[in-house]
């Protein structure tokens, strides 16, 4: 018996074919990709060529850009609609509209939203289906979602309002429970991110297979632990990952996996293409409004510092003069190339828009905030690595060592332009909850928005250019 998987993950409202950036030995560069049209096509020529195929999404679908954000997530609904898919499990920022408007999202789609570790706490029950069973011909697969355990703790707190998480050891290995003899192979789709998922199969016995999430790794050889094949793919609607699997006497015999780079030889579905156009078509004037233009390409693709959060944090520095400026250390967003930049581009770069403040905290405090934030990029325990990519910063230098243990990974920290000191008061500014979250009560909210304030930056400083060297370094 013989079944395949289609995987997309982390595709961010990245609608349409844009710049996505590879790397090669020259560093990187850009190239055309993606687009909802190009992989409804795929999945719909591979549905009609061959049996047993199970298309997933693994979570981040409702957020990300303009039209999604604007319309809580609203207007990918119709796409979604034609896409062919066979079920979904929710990302950290697909909660960003919060309970009922996901209870709604997920009510709309024509398949299964699945999450075994997301309680509702009016009912104190399962917010989703735990998980569903999906008999083809000849084989049953059952599917476990499992979302992102941390929307409480990383997340603004009206994501997570009215809903409980668990890091779902319990809850899939129960499901995995409810599930033997029941079916011919057991799969896991995962919003947990890739480390977090190597470890949850290495405590659960009987996953086969993970479809994993959020941490938008490009997988290219399946991971295999405790039996279990991981496999996870990109991100931005950029590729999709294909798993061809083979079952004989209820086990797996053979594997065959390749990730596919949706690139500009891929044929358009005319149809999710044309309603790809219609929303698109109402954000005509942002796209068309050139506010700026940057000499750097701009992407999250490196760890430490990108280009994109550099301009974010340059214009917050700019607008208040303090003494050091911090932007969360997200992995949305597609490249973009030097050039003119649009209104439609800053909301990809900053699609939340938040609310900016200033804080006054001591050296010390924070100092302590950036060890935090170190440990939760690169804790040795992967359950305890609970952020994105390092903390984003203009006004600092900071160099540390990623493996050295909680608290003492900084081995030197300069502040506009000083050295560190522990008792000295530092203003920083700063976007949104999501930021420094334990001191939201000594946050002084400016009453101005992200997107104007680097809107502003840019009109006064000219074309944006990256400056020489490394502020943040691994050492």
């Known amino acids: 018996m013989q079944f395949t998987l289609i995987q997309q993950n982390d595709t961010h409202g990245c609608l349409e074919m844009h710049n996505e950036l590879f790397w090669n030995a020259d560093g990187p560069i850009l190239k055309k990709a993606g687009g909802f049209s190009r992989i409804s096509q795929y999945v719909k020529n591979l549905k009609k060529d061959k049996e047993n195929v199970l298309f997933f999404d693994g979570g981040d679908l409702f957020h990300g850009t303009l039209p999604l954000v604007a319309s809580e997530g609203e207007a990918i609904l119709p796409i979604l609609a034609k896409m062919n898919l066979d079920g979904f499990v929710p990302g950290n920022w697909d909660y960003a509209y919060g309970k009922k408007q996901l209870r709604h999202l997920t009510e709309s789609l024509p398949f299964p939203a699945l999450s075994c570790n997301v309680a509702d706490d009016d009912t104190q029950e399962g917010f989703l289906k735990p998980y569903v069973i999906k008999e083809l011909n000849g084989i049953k697969i059952g599917v476990i979602g499992l979302t992102y355990p941390y929307v ?89 990952g294909r798993l061809d699997v083979e079952v004989e006497n209820g086990e797996i015999s053979n594997v065959h996996y390749e990730l596919i780079e949706m690139d500009e030889t891929f044929e358009e579905d005319e149809e999710i293409k044309g309603l790809v156009d219609e929303v698109l078509a109402r954000y005509r004037k942002e796209r068309s409004a050139v506010i700026g233009e940057t000499e750097t390409v701009l992407h999250r693709m490196t760890l430490e510092e990108a280009p994109m959060d550099k301009l974010i944090t340059d214009a917050y520095l700019a607008a208040f003069g303090s003494s050091a400026a911090f932007s969360h250390g997200w992995r949305y967003g597609y490249p973009i190339a030097a050039g003119p930049l649009t209104l439609y581009d800053l909301h990809t770069i900053i699609p939340t828009n938040p609310e900016l403040f ?87 909210y400016q009453g101005v928005h992200a997107i104007d304030v680097i809107q502003k930056f840019l009109q006064e400083k000219g074309p944006y250019k990256l400056k020489d060297g490394a502020d943040v370094v691994s050492v």
Do not use: C, W
């Open 152 to 240: 409480d703790i990383t997340m603004p707190p009206d994501f997570s309002t009215g809903l409980s998480f668990t890091k779902g050891v319990e809850e899939v290995r129960q499901s995995v429970e409810a599930l033997k003899g029941q079916v011919d192979a057991i799969v896991l789709l995962s919003h947990m991110g890739l480390p977090l998922d190597v470890k949850l199969v290495s405590l659960v016995d009987g996953i086969d297979i993970v479809l994993s999430g959020h941490s938008h790794d490009r997988i290219t050889t399946p991971i295999i632990e405790n039996g279990a094949y991981i496999v996870q793919a990109g991100s931005s609607s950029s590729f999709l």
């Open 358 to 444: 200033t804080l006054d905290l001591t050296g010390q405090e924070l100092l302590d905030a950036l060890e935090h934030n170190l440990e939760q990029v690169y804790s040795s325990d992967p359950f305890e690595q609970k952020g994105g990519y390092v903390l984003r910063s203009s006004g600092l230098k900071m160099t540390f060592k990623p493996y050295n243990p909680k608290g003492h990974r900084i081995q030197s920290l300069q502040i506009a332009g000083e050295g560190f000191q522990p008792d000295k008061i530092y203003r920083v500014a700063g976007g949104g909850s999501q930021s420094f979250k334990k001191h939201e009560a000594k946050k002084n």
